[in-house]
């Protein structure tokens, strides 16, 4: 008999479905594993791509100039004093930004100064470039732009006597196409902000968290241990009973710190490799797959590696092996992701017969009887998401200044630029593509997810015309919970995005409290075997505990 106090509560389900035609994997497979191609070719095929993007609509946007601008295929046959436009790639001169010939030419035995926290300078310039050469760009307009390397645009203007080309306005690729979604209603969202209530309509969530940065110090940390209560359903079951999967967005492992080898005496008979062994912690990889040992059998898991992960330095990282986590790699509702990654769930479970249709015969005698197995209907709801790290968000905001630009207008300025990472690979580390450009978006998702952030923030993207149709997308911008103890939660249905604190307010207290307790419990310990040992009578010790701490333990 069910208690009417203590109402129940059902997870819903939601399953991952196969991504639109178009969508790119990054999976980087051994064929391709090569680092013999120039990084020239990205350039060349992000142009390629792009500029027939950026044409329709600079066309479509001037078309009502005085003047009908022509536009001129090569930035370099401009002619002086003559209105027009041009369309090519952004290259941000700036001398304060890494230059890897400087670094080949460096001494090496003076130590590199620290990497800069922004690039800006006084003596920057903003040059547009494509297969002819390159232009500088000049003018009012560009100050409010935002612009970094590697964008593609149009910019409308004429060249002056002085051989640069001012710009009086300029166009971008714009969001690409989405495919047509369910009606909803979707608001901005604060902190805490979410209403959760069951008596609505059903609703599916998807927790976000990213740079729980476990180390020797924090691998068991109550943070980290309350997030798990918390996603399981044993602190606030209202909440995370609405959750249907857990999406970790990178640098879930701190720096490895190399530890320094005991002093020993040298050994002869070992080798000089066995001298040479690297000393590291494995606990903080341990406590980890504890972790998602404690979630995978509640709900599906997602980890995506970030910069701090053992998944190499650069772009797109490839799948941390499941192995290393222990037990949770047995586990089916866990799945290791690259960065970045396309993810699609839909609502519901999953059906059980196969995507094609399916044809049984039967023979009675002479006749022949064919059955035919409906093939597994579309999805009735789903959602696309881009996840990524953090790493081009990072990367982009060196190129700004800041104050006024915020991390949420760049990620914005990417989606309508229509590229994901566009300083790869003049800043941002990535593989050297030879006939691909992944980093264009395809499709506007309809979350964009990205990691390891100072600070929560969210924002609705929507923008619409003749050629593309209407397109929105929810940016959700995840704070690092080693810092901010914050986690966020996205709504399938209403595209609403809200952050959750793991409040620790009083419990440290009680952390104390227990630390004190084994403390007390050690050296009582180790006096009982000190008293068993010595040849006198033992002293009797009390193993009670003092009352004024049992009131505070843990329960």
């Known amino acids: 008999m069910t ?81 027009c436009y041009i369309i090519g790639t952004i290259y941000m001169e700036m001398p304060l930004k890494p230059n890897v010939m400087d670094d080949i030419a460096s001494d090496l035995a003076i130590p590199p100064p620290p990497p800069l926290t922004k690039f800006l300078s006084s003596e920057d310039a903003v040059m547009i470039e494509d297969e002819s050469g390159r232009i500088q760009l000049i003018g009012d307009r560009l ?179 499941r192995g290393m986590f222990g037990k949770v790699h047995e586990y089916s509702t866990f799945t290791c992701e690259t960065n970045p990654v396309w993810l699609r769930f839909a609502t519901g479970k999953e059906p059980e017969s196969e995507t094609e249709t399916e044809v049984d015969t039967e023979t009675e005698g002479d006749v022949v009887r064919t059955r035919w197995r409906a093939p597994r209907p579309p999805p009735p709801f789903s959602r696309t998401f881009l996840v990524n790290s953090g790493q081009p968000l990072d990367d982009m905001y060196k190129y700004v200044a800041s104050p006024p630009t915020t991390r949420i207008q760049l990620a914005e300025n990417s989606l309508r630029w229509r590229h994901m990472a566009p300083t790869a690979p003049d800043t941002l580390w990535c593989h050297p593509y030879f006939d691909l450009e992944p980093f264009i978006l395809p499709v506007t998702p309809d979350f964009y997810v990205i990691g390891n952030q100072p600070e929560f923030s969210t924002k609705l993207v929507e923008e619409e015309d003749e050629s593309e149709g209407k397109r929105r997308c929810r940016i959700v911008l995840v704070p690092v919970f080693s810092k901010t103890g914050a986690l966020v939660l996205v709504n399938l249905r209403t595209l609403e995005a809200t952050c959750t604190r793991i409040d620790t307010k009083g419990f440290a207290v009680k952390e104390k409290k227990a630390k004190e307790l084994a403390e007390q419990r050690r050296r009582e310990k180790e006096q009982e ?27």
């Open 143 to 321: 100050k409010k732009a935002n612009l970094v390397t590697g964008v593609i645009i149009g910019a409308l203007g004429m060249e002056t006597s002085d051989g640069g080309f001012e710009v009086a306005d300029l166009c971008y690729a714009g969001m690409p196409p989405q495919e047509a979604g369910p009606d909803v209603a979707p608001q901005d969202q604060g902190e805490d902000n979410m209403d959760v209530d069951d008596d609505g309509e059903p609703y599916e969530l998807v927790a976000f968290i990213s740079g729980l940065s476990l180390d020797d110090e924090n691998c068991n940390d109550v943070n980290v241990a309350m997030l798990a209560e918390f996603l399981v359903g044993e602190l606030d079951v209202k909440t995370s009973s609405r959750i249907s999967r857990l999406v970790i967005a990178g640098n879930s492992l701190a720096p490895v710190v190399l530890l320094p080898l005991e002093d020993e005496e040298t050994d002869n008979t070992k080798s000089w490799k066995n001298q040479e062994v690297i000393n590291f912690s494995t606990a903080p990889t341990l406590q980890l797959g504890a972790f998602m040992l404690d979630i995978a059998g509640t709900m599906p898991i997602h980890l995506v590696p970030g910069p701090t992960d053992p998944s190499g330095a650069i772009l797109p990282q490839q799948r941390v092996p």
């Open 3 to 83: 208690d009417s106090t203590h109402p129940t509560y059902e997870r819903p389900s939601t399953y991952v479905v196969e991504l639109q035609e178009g969508i790119p994997s990054y999976e980087i497979d051994d064929a391709k594993k090569t680092y013999k191609h120039q990084y020239s070719n990205i350039y060349y095929m992000r142009l390629q791509l792009l500029r027939s993007f950026v044409q329709t609509r600079a066309k479509a946007k001037w078309k009502d100039v005085a003047g009908n601008p022509p536009y001129i295929e090569r930035v370099l046959e401009v002619n002086k004093g003559e209105l």
């Open 529 to 555: 075997v000190k008293d068993q040992t010595e040849p006198r009578e033992p002293l009797r010790k009390s193993t009670q505990l003092p009352e004024a701490l049992l009131d505070d333990e843990i329960d």
